[in-house]
């Protein structure tokens, strides 16, 4: 765990203004476009998540600096809780995205664009180096492990209940019929009770990632 309260600023800093590019990037801003559709996606609203992350642990980094306290107990640790939950959240974008979804689009969809690697892969990661960097033990909670489904579960129930309720999400290019519900692996008109075999191998294994968290931040606790 580094300690620095300068060293967590500048790299927080950073990682907030990478992440915001990537989403800019990705709602066309850069070109001179406004993608909004782009906010109905899972990717987008993770994305958001960890600037808002990045935000919260900037501002209070700086004001730990500013008050400049000699503590040397004292770290760069803030909202342990929310930076493991949001850690996690967005991380789902990047596997969902290079385990299910790549080779749906590989040749089809440009993967190696700012914009894309930004969201799929470079913000993500920032989330978890810096919760790696900076967090310390006997932080988390037991209960913090469920609390990592809570948004996913929230959003696939909220994008399924406005894709029965009509909201198309765009045209498959394979039939040209509408696409009612923003990922494959839940998209009930096509693979039917499939998807609910691919929810539940999705909840299960960020429930096996966010005990290793966990167990990683007990086990830490007792070896300082």
């Known amino acids: 765990m580094i300690k620095s309260k ?7 800093v950073t990682a907030m203004i990478i992440a915001y590019a990537g989403l800019l ?10 993608y909004i559709n782009v906010l109905y996606y899972y990717t987008a609203q993770s994305n958001i998540m960890a600037i808002i992350l990045f ?3 900037t501002a209070k980094t700086t004001i730990g600096i500013l008050r400049n306290k000699k503590d040397e107990k004292e770290t760069a640790c803030y909202f342990p809780r929310f930076s493991m939950i949001c850690s996690i959240n967005v991380m789902i974008t990047f596997v969902v995205f290079w385990v299910l979804l790549v080779p749906q689009l590989a ?4 993967l190696w664009t700012f914009s894309n690697l930004a969201v799929h892969a470079i913000t993500p990661l920032l989330c978890l180096i810096d919760y790696i960097l900076f967090s310390e033990p006997r932080r988390l909670k037991y209960r913090d492990v469920y609390y990592v489904v809570i948004f996913p579960l929230c959003y696939m129930a909220a994008s399924s209940i406005a894709g029965l309720a009509g909201h198309v999400y765009g045209i498959s290019p394979a039939d040209g019929a509408p696409v009612r519900f923003p990922y494959f692996f839940y998209d009930f008109d096509r693979i039917g009770l499939m998807s609910l075999v691919y929810i539940t191998g999705i909840v299960i294994f ?4 966010s005990h290793i968290f966990y167990f990683i931040n007990v086990r830490s606790q007792k070896s300082i």
Request: proline residues 4%; without cysteine; aromatic residues 18%.
């Open 206 to 209: 960020f429930l096996i990632i």
């Open 6 to 12: 300068q060293v967590a600023l500048v790299y927080r």
């Open 25 to 34: 990037a990705l709602l066309g801003v850069f070109q001179g476009a406004f």
């Open 55 to 57: 935000v919260l642990l």
């Open 107 to 110: 040749g089809i969809f440009p």
